[in-house]
């Protein structure tokens, strides 16, 4: 149970409730992202050979098609004002990495 403690502390979480109401967000999108994988996958390749090239899009685009099942989840999950602040903080990392990268450049 020390997990459970530790992310419910990270994520200033309230209570228990909430904190399954959360996993439950997370576990309800995985499974969302896993059933339109199929039909995604079928479309775009032939008899389910993926190229890496197909690949490489396919994460580009599912992420933000997950981070928007998330959110969705997290409304109706009553747990909107988590998730917005997650995803907020996401996208703080993906922009510190990026300027990180043009640091580098800069040098």
Request: glycine share 6%; charged share 25%; net charge positive.
């Amino acid at each position: 149970m020390n997990w459970i403690n530790r992310l419910k502390e990270k994520w200033k979480v309230k209570n228990s409730g909430q904190f399954v109401l959360i996993l439950i967000a997370f576990a309800l999108t995985g499974s969302t992202v896993l059933i339109i994988k199929k039909p995604i996958v079928d479309y775009f390749t032939v008899d389910g050979e993926k190229s890496t090239i197909f690949t490489i899009i396919y994460f580009i685009c599912i992420l933000p098609i997950y981070n928007i099942i998330l959110l969705l989840y997290g409304s109706l999950l009553g747990q909107f004002d988590f998730f917005w602040n997650y995803e907020k903080k996401m996208i703080d990392r993906f922009r510190r990495k990026k300027k990180k990268g043009k640091e580098i450049k800069n040098k």
